[in-house]
């Protein structure tokens, strides 16, 4: 039993340290050699407008929702007229970058796991470090810096998307003017709203990439390790969102709010 | 005439002191690597000359492709002395490591293409990242030669998974000699390939060698691609060579595990 739980622990810390060397040779080949111009751009294409449909829908239905279960408790009170500002700060500030992590973290980083494990165990890594050129800037490099900077942008479009379905609710049962509800929206979010949510997006994005990449490149060879690699790759990327995002409301709140 | 055959003349009226096959490329002195719980490379010593194509005959799992891949540089062996151009490959650094492996190709069993690239993407891949060539005609012009000698240049725009399993072989033939390697490492070039296919890569190995003038390591348990490819066999048992010679004189061999090999082919 001892045995088990030393060897597990073993294994975690070995985890640990092979992430740790992962992240250094990242770093390193960001300023070493070229920049994988025509990779990136295809995969923000791949990351970011294949995503979009899916952000778009779960936003909006989340702005829907929102209105809907928020009514309520806001008629009841008195403060109907504070719905979309609620909603606004809600979604911009917290709701709107979490759940696009979140699906990015189902979508990208079970895919880039999966992908990168498939060309581990089709030798396809292993034949372009053989060859002489450099994998970890091929295919990590530019997918992680695709993840950071696609995210944030599926973040920021989720939360318009959300904001629209956000009016609809609320148009139906309240005769509200698109132009008076988004002057409402706006009005109540300041910048202490809207910089650390973007910031926090590109982390999210970072974790989804480095996740994915490294559950890919490290996967054992055998079909079973593709289905593992990227199951991991999506429940360690979540993990990684809350995390982030427990740290990020915590600086937020001593930079902004005290 | 058959490449085979005239390979096979070739090497009887080459003279020897025309050869500069006497220098050695590949050094390997008591080499050991192990694993976890297995020692797979016992005590492995031979020398690789140039414009020689040596065969590797074993069993699976008797340490054939660990020996190459310690060549290259993807594992690192544990004991004993390995030198390919004269450079300890153990110590060499990641950039020095880089620029050994531009002078060797690495035919991978599945051909390891790169499957979300067409063929002519998976030719330009070395060119572009390992060459760093810019010039579009080169490049263009390269690709289309090299798909020309493996004969597939109808082939160009296809993806590997349009491809067959002997197209797949000459196509990641064709990526790892476009950038014009001195050595030229096999791992099982023929498994998975039906006989009339399999002869077909085995003469293809051979006419490339002669034509760009490579040192190869061919890893098979092939015996028709060992006959055609070798002019030197060696027959790896349990992590060491327990054999060495030409084709010819190991089919006379004592040796039961050597004659096992020999046996399969009637």
Known sequence: MAEQAITGWRKWAEGIGEQCIFFSRFFRNIFTGGFEWSEFVRQCYEIGYRSMMLVGITSFIMGLVLIVQLRPSLVELGAASMLPKTLAVSLIREIGPVITAIICAGKIASSIGAELGSMKVTEQIDAME???ANPLQYLVVT??????????LLAI???????FGGFLALNITDNISLS???TKCISSLDFSDLLPAVVKTVFFGFAIGFVGCYKGYHSNKGTESVGIAANSAVVTASLWIFVIDAIAVQITSLLFYH | MKAADQHNETKKQI???????????IHAKGLKKGFVDKEVLRDITFDLKRGENMVILGKSGQGKSVTIQCIVGMLKPNAGELTV???KVAELNDEELKQLRIKIGFLFQSGALYDSMTVRENLEFPLTRVLKLNDQQEIDKRVEEVLDGVGLLDAIDKLPSDLSGGMRKRVGLARTMIVKPEIMLYDEPTTGLDPITSREISELILHLQEKYKTSSVIITHDMECARITADRVLVM???EFIAEGSFKELQKSDNKIVRSFFNQEI
Do not use: C, H, W
Request: net charge negative; glycine share 12%; no cysteine.
């Open chain 2, 85 to 87: 151009f004269g450079e």
């Open chain 2, 15 to 25: 003279p020897a002191k025309a050869k500069k096959q006497d220098e050695v490329v």
């Open chain 2, 237 to 239: 048992d349990n992590g």
């Open chain 1, 130 to 132: 053989v060859s002489g």
């Open chain 1, 157 to 163: 479009i989720g939360d318009v998307i959300g904001l």
């Open chain 1, 143 to 152: 997918r992680v810096f695709a993840t950071s900077i696609m995210v944030p």
């Open chain 1, 180 to 182: 008076l509800y988004f």
